[in-house]
């Protein structure tokens, strides 16, 4: 980010007035960042200089720091930050059209909380549905929202259609669209994969093991030798207060030392205790839909020579699986070096010569003796070949029909 295309409203924060350099940048149009905290005197400079709607299509990456004060020592320990509200997110891009590279690092309400993480979920949908994202090369999400522990945990299915998937699926099939990486537990159902845009050239999803519709993904394997199933007592035994199951009355003046839970106490509330986990094989419906999705989706793609990339993990304690598609004649974009670095390091781990779908399977999903259902291998077929397909399932386990 040269400083010579920026407009700064930080640095002229002490000073109360918009910094000449600035406003001869936005006089000679001769700027595409903009930078600014959440001071109420950047807040004011920042509105003074674009109520000129004219200059507003200049701007193609905005920095935005939020400036809170201290909440406890505890926290400042922790370091634990604060992540902006899809809402927020929903605004921002909508202001700027000509948006071409995005990071979102996202923490999803936990489950103590069904109603904030309905509205989380409908905030995030409307982020993808709503603006218009015109130039829209790289889009890079981290959503913390880890799965739960306890096999009892009641899973609240969305009241209305599945928005996020349907989110999901317009940027999937943006005509700008080059990378799409997502990361963290992704509750996403098939409709979220139809084709891919002409110049998508990498995918990534990390799928949590629930749907929408509040199921699962993998069934309980009925030949496991033994259930995972314990109280994780041992994790909390450091809570020298600890108050066991009991939940305090959020409702106190002083809300930092009061209003928290005890390690214990929010696992519970969570239904991450106690902690109980026997589902380890593909279910022949929510599984099979969403994983042919995907494999479909690469080969319907508009411009296949240009995906180089594109994979789906499921990880949990008892089975995971990754379905990986990579094409040595595709992938390379300039553009691309905009991602984090762990993205990119995940893009160069399978560099191939030829395209080839990869499909590996561990714990129960190889351990229940699974078969791959025909229309998922006809989906991979389709796009590489039966001699491409590289898979640890033994080939007379895969269902031909």
């Given at each position: 980010m040269s400083s010579s295309e920026t407009l700064d409203f930080v640095a002229s924060v002490t000073v109360g007035r918009v910094s000449r350099a600035v406003l001869s940048r936005v006089e000679t149009r001769s700027f595409n960042t903009v930078k600014l905290n959440s001071h109420p005197e950047s807040l004011r400079q920042f509105g003074d200089v674009f109520s000129d709607e004219t200059?507003?299509?200049?701007?193609?990456?905005?920095?935005f720091d939020v400036v809170l004060p201290v909440i406890s020592d505890k926290r400042l320990r922790n370091k634990s930050g604060r992540r902006l509200h899809p809402d927020a997110i929903c605004v921002m891009a909508k202001a700027?059209?000509?948006l071409e590279h995005t990071?979102?690092?996202?923490?999803?309400?936990p489950r103590r909380m069904p109603t904030l993480r309905k509205e989380f979920k409908a905030a995030l949908a409307?982020?993808?549905l709503k603006p218009m994202y015109a130039s829209l090369a790289t889009l890079t999400i981290l959503l913390w929202n880890p799965d739960p522990r306890n096999e009892e945990a009641i899973l609240i299915p969305d009241e209305e259609e599945d928005r996020l998937s349907l989110g999901m699926r317009r940027i999937c099939e943006l005509p700008t669209l080059v990378s799409l990486f997502l990361w963290g537990k992704w509750c996403l159902s098939y409709c979220a994969f139809r084709c891919f845009g002409p110049s998508v050239r990498s995918v990534f999803v990390d799928m949590s093991m629930v749907t929408p519709d509040g199921g699962w993904l993998l069934d309980v394997y009925p030949g496991s030798e033994e259930e995972v199933e314990y109280d994780v007592e041992s994790e909390f035994s450091s809570d020298s207060d600890d108050q066991g199951d009991t939940l305090p009355d959020i409702n106190?003046?002083?809300s930092d030392i009061e209003d928290r839970l005890t390690r214990r106490a929010e696992a519970t509330a969570n239904q991450d205790r106690p902690c109980k986990e026997i589902r380890e094989v593909p279910n022949p419906e929510t599984f099979t839909l969403l994983v042919t999705s995907f494999a479909q989706a690469v080969a319907n793609s508009d411009s296949p020579s240009c995906l180089g990339f594109a994979e789906m993990r499921l990880s949990t304690p008892l089975a995971s699986m990754r379905l990986s598609y990579c094409d040595g004649a595709g992938g390379e974009d300039p553009r691309l070096g905009a991602l984090p670095d762990f993205a990119q390091r995940i893009m160069r781990v399978d560099k191939v010569d030829?395209?080839?779908w990869l499909f590996n399977g561990y714990g129960g999903i190889t351990a229940s003796g699974w078969k791959i259902p025909a229309v998922m291998?006809?989906?991979m077929e389709k796009a590489v070949g039966a001699e491409n397909i590289d898979t640890n399932i033994d080939v007379d386990r895969i269902a031909k029909v």
């Open positions: 200059i507003r299509d200049l701007v193609k990456a905005i920095r700027l059209p000509c990071i979102w690092d996202l923490y999803m309400p409307s982020a993808l106190s003046e002083n030829m395209n080839r291998w006809d989906a």
